[in-house]
């Protein structure tokens, strides 16, 4: 079990691992940065420097501040987590937390995390993505709701 530093930057949820930075985005499935793997919890995971032509560089550039590169699913799948956001912190873990909260289930569909949520009474599904800024819902789902949430 590993105890990690969660920053929110840039409208992006930071990761810390050892001294690096990286954006945390549930969305892609795989993860790239600098430094050829990252290692948390005595698991180790491959870094290609680049996916899509996007490197930490660039990545860095687009956020306005500096990372070394994405985690995506391919290294949170490694993993059981907690998540602490108002503590600024995330366990990460090689075998199965034990923690006291809700436990909120999620199914994989195309590489990104679905869960069910409630919106204005109605059932829907809610795709996990914590790379992005925005979030989509039908329309008419969101009336009386500000258009934009902090």
């Not at 969660?6 to 892609?28: A, I, P, Y």
């Not at 930490?56 to 590169?69: C, F, N, Q």
């Not at 914590?130 to 934009?148: H, I, M, Q, V």
């Amino acid at each position: 079990m590993e105890r990690l530093t969660l920053l929110w930057e840039q409208e992006h949820l930071l990761l810390v691992v050892g001294s690096r930075r990286f954006v945390l985005d549930t969305g892609s499935p795989m993860s790239f940065g600098e430094g050829g793997s990252v290692t948390c919890d005595g698991i180790s995971v491959p870094l290609p420097p680049s996916l899509t032509g996007l490197s930490a560089s660039t990545l860095s550039g687009l956020l306005g501040g500096s990372v070394d590169g994405l985690l995506g699913n391919d290294f949170i799948a490694c993993f059981d987590w907690h998540f602490e956001l108002l503590n600024g912190t995330a366990t990460a873990s090689s075998e199965p937390l034990a923690v006291a909260g809700t436990r909120v289930p999620l199914r994989i569909v195309q590489t990104v995390p679905v869960m069910q949520g409630q919106v204005a009474g109605q059932t829907v599904a809610l795709l996990f993505d914590s790379g992005a800024k925005l979030s989509y819902l039908e329309r008419s789902l969101t009336t009386g709701f500000p258009t934009r949430a902090r």
